[in-house]
């Protein structure tokens, strides 16, 4: 028993003695290794391919182990690496990547793991979507369907097809002309509209013109010669020699002083059917006792080209129409367009003290690239253009004149362009094309007594736009293919 007391003493005495020179470690009931022979905690941060994390303002040993007193509120920091974020950041299991915080309680020893995944970044696209009010054709887009959200800096190709007859005169993304492209670039997060317009072309050996007109009236010139006759000099013409021939014809007419034109009107100003009415520029058929307040309206504005007080110019009847004062006012010198109507702008029938309501739809604000335009009601679109289109064939710098010609926004890849060297410019070229080609506004009863009055009665010359419309599309229209004038 006593050897046996003396080897058990000894035994315990170097259990004793091991305990003093070595470090133990005791067990949480999460598994967490205690350090229970110092104050301080052992922290080692893994490494991450994807980022980076440190204790601000403190540094590890050589071995990359953090020693923390016991007690201390640590803070990570945390970079992740470029195209990366941090999922989580775990120290021992615990995500702490919340707070990027802990406080060391406990000498154990502590293990940090950040995970991190690519950075998701939400593309950023626009709409592209096709007007629901396009007619007589289609347009597609080439490589998107319709309402397709396209990722930005993306070129759009819009894809054309005209119904039989008919060739696209028009095509804009959100009121911009990309008619010479069929192209455009999503560069912003908004939605595209892209919107068309086709007009008709008369085409074949005898091409139907008639969605020109709309009058009963025939044109005239009296008993000893007919409209045939006196356009046979341009007959199968086109481009710009119809228009010079149509200038031959109708140069040199009979000048009557400005002062005398107002006189005219009870002539030709109205109609045959009624000569009650007289009909009043921008308004339409009024009660002739109105005659003696109209003021005398340039629908080519006469600073145009400056021909102020200078004949033949500044008296051409064609020219001349009797006009509202204030509406003509109003009117000014403006070049004529459409009116951007999602902007501010004024309707000559209701902004104005003296509207009346047979000035309704007579518009003045700014077109869809910001120029000060003026817009007539439908009524009066078509003469309106054939107006400006008659001065720019009447008047071409011969013989002492000065060179009218329509000017603005022209598509040079589908028009003739006759502006350089031109003395007086007018516009736009894309709206009145369009107003005396597309059937807006045909010929009238009222527009064709008015020229045969003009021609028979007064100056002996004609505008040739309201015989014949066509003319237009045959002088101006590149692409135009269709049999020559008259034939």
């Given at each position: 028993?006593?050897?046996?007391?003396?080897?058990?003493?000894?035994?315990?005495?170097?259990?004793?003695?091991?305990?003093?020179?070595?470090?133990?470690?005791?067990?949480?009931?999460?598994?967490?290794?205690?350090?229970?022979?110092?104050?301080?905690?052992?922290?080692?941060?893994?490494?991450?391919?994807?980022?980076?994390?440190?204790?601000?303002?403190?540094?590890?040993?050589?071995?990359?182990?953090?020693?923390?007193?016991?007690?201390?509120?640590?803070?990570?920091?945390?970079?992740?690496?470029?195209?990366?974020?941090?999922?989580?950041?775990?120290?021992?299991?615990?995500?702490?990547?919340?707070?990027?915080?802990?406080?060391?309680?406990?000498?154990?020893?502590?293990?940090?793991?950040?995970?991190?995944?690519?950075?998701?970044?939400?593309?950023?696209?626009?709409?592209?979507?096709?007007?629901?009010?396009?007619?007589?054709?289609?347009?597609?887009?080439?490589?998107?369907?319709?309402?397709?959200?396209?990722?930005?800096?993306?070129?759009?190709?819009?894809?054309?097809?005209?119904?039989?007859?008919?060739?696209?005169?028009?095509?804009?993304?959100?009121?911009?002309?990309?008619?010479?492209?069929?192209?455009?670039?999503?560069?912003?997060?908004?939605?595209?509209?892209?919107?068309?317009?086709?007009?008709?072309?008369?085409?074949?050996?005898?091409?139907?013109?008639?969605?020109?007109?709309?009058?009963?009236?025939?044109?005239?010139?009296?008993?000893?010669?007919?409209?045939?006759?006196?356009?046979?000099?341009?007959?199968?013409?086109?481009?710009?020699?119809?228009?010079?021939?149509?200038?031959?014809?109708?140069?040199?007419?009979?000048?009557?002083?400005?002062?005398?034109?107002?006189?005219?009107?009870?002539?030709?100003?109205?109609?045959?059917?009624?000569?009650?009415?007289?009909?009043?520029?921008?308004?339409?058929?009024?009660?002739?006792?109105?005659?003696?307040?109209?003021?005398?309206?340039?629908?080519?504005?006469?600073?145009?080209?400056?021909?102020?007080?200078?004949?033949?110019?500044?008296?051409?009847?064609?020219?001349?129409?009797?006009?509202?004062?204030?509406?003509?006012?109003?009117?000014?010198?403006?070049?004529?367009?459409?009116?951007?109507?999602?902007?501010?702008?004024?309707?000559?029938?209701?902004?104005?003290?003296?509207?009346?309501?047979?000035?309704?739809?007579?518009?003045?604000?700014?077109?869809?690239?910001?120029?000060?335009?003026?817009?007539?009601?439908?009524?009066?679109?078509?003469?309106?253009?054939?107006?400006?289109?008659?001065?720019?064939?009447?008047?071409?710098?011969?013989?002492?004149?000065?060179?009218?010609?329509?000017?603005?926004?022209?598509?040079?890849?589908?028009?003739?362009?006759?502006?350089?060297?031109?003395?007086?410019?007018?516009?736009?070229?894309?709206?009145?094309?369009?107003?005396?080609?597309?059937?807006?506004?045909?010929?009238?009863d009222y527009e064709m007594h008015r020229n045969n009055?003009?021609?028979?009665?007064?100056?002996?010359?004609?505008?040739?736009?309201?015989?014949?419309?066509?003319?237009?599309?045959?002088?101006?229209d590149k692409n135009y293919n269709g049999p020559g004038?008259?034939?």
């Amino acid at each position: 028993m006593k050897n046996s007391y003396i080897f058990l003493k000894g035994l315990i005495g170097l259990t004793i003695a091991s305990l003093t020179s070595v470090s133990l470690f005791s067990c949480n009931n999460d598994g967490t290794n205690i350090i229970e022979d110092n104050i301080y905690a052992h922290l080692t941060i893994e490494e991450s391919q994807n980022g980076s994390v440190f204790l601000n303002d403190l540094v590890p040993d050589d071995k990359g182990i953090y020693n923390i007193e016991v007690d201390t509120k640590i803070t990570f920091n945390v970079i992740p690496n470029e195209g990366y974020v941090l999922d989580s950041l775990l120290i021992n299991g615990l995500d702490i990547s919340d707070t990027l915080s802990f406080n060391i309680s406990i000498a154990a020893e502590f293990v940090v793991t950040a995970n991190f995944s690519k950075e998701f970044i939400e593309e950023e696209k626009g709409i592209i979507s096709i007007s629901d009010e396009i007619i007589h054709g289609s347009i597609t887009f080439k490589n998107y369907e319709n309402h397709a959200e396209v990722p930005l800096n993306s070129e759009i190709e819009v894809e054309v097809a005209p119904e039989t007859n008919y060739q696209l005169s028009s095509l804009t993304v959100n009121s911009i002309d990309i008619l010479s492209t069929k192209k455009f670039i999503v560069s912003e997060s908004i939605e595209y509209i892209v919107d068309a317009e086709f007009r008709y072309v008369a085409t074949g050996e005898n091409p139907d013109w008639s969605y020109l007109y709309d009058n009963n009236i025939e044109p005239s010139r009296g008993r000893n010669e007919s409209i045939d006759s006196y356009y046979e000099p341009i007959r199968g013409l086109k481009g710009e020699a119809l228009k010079e021939g149509l200038h031959e014809i109708i140069d040199n007419h009979l000048e009557f002083s400005y002062n005398s034109s107002k006189n005219s009107w009870l002539d030709t100003d109205v109609l045959e059917s009624d000569t009650s009415k007289e009909y009043v520029f921008y308004q339409g058929a009024l009660n002739r006792s109105i005659h003696e307040s109209l003021n005398r309206e340039h629908v080519w504005a006469k600073s145009h080209g400056d021909f102020e007080n200078v004949l033949p110019m500044h008296s051409d009847y064609h020219n001349l129409h009797g006009c509202h004062v204030s509406l003509n006012s109003t009117r000014g010198n403006l070049d004529f367009g459409e009116v951007d109507t999602s902007k501010s702008y004024t309707d000559m029938g209701e902004d104005y003290s003296w509207s009346v309501s047979s000035m309704k739809g007579n518009l003045k604000g700014k077109n869809s690239k910001g120029q000060s335009v003026f817009e007539p009601k439908d009524e009066f679109k078509g003469d309106t253009a054939r107006t400006i289109f008659y001065m720019a064939v009447r008047y071409e710098g011969d013989n002492g004149e000065i060179d009218l010609e329509v000017d603005g926004t022209i598509d040079q890849n589908n028009f003739y362009d006759f502006t350089a060297g031109a003395d007086g410019l007018h516009g736009n070229f894309e709206d009145l094309y369009e107003w005396a080609t597309s059937g807006i506004d045909p010929i009238s009863d009222y527009e064709m007594h008015r020229n045969n009055e003009i021609d028979q009665n007064y100056q002996g010359n004609r505008n040739p736009f309201i015989d014949h419309p066509e003319f237009i599309i045959m002088i101006y229209d590149k692409n135009y293919n269709g049999p020559g004038a008259l034939m």
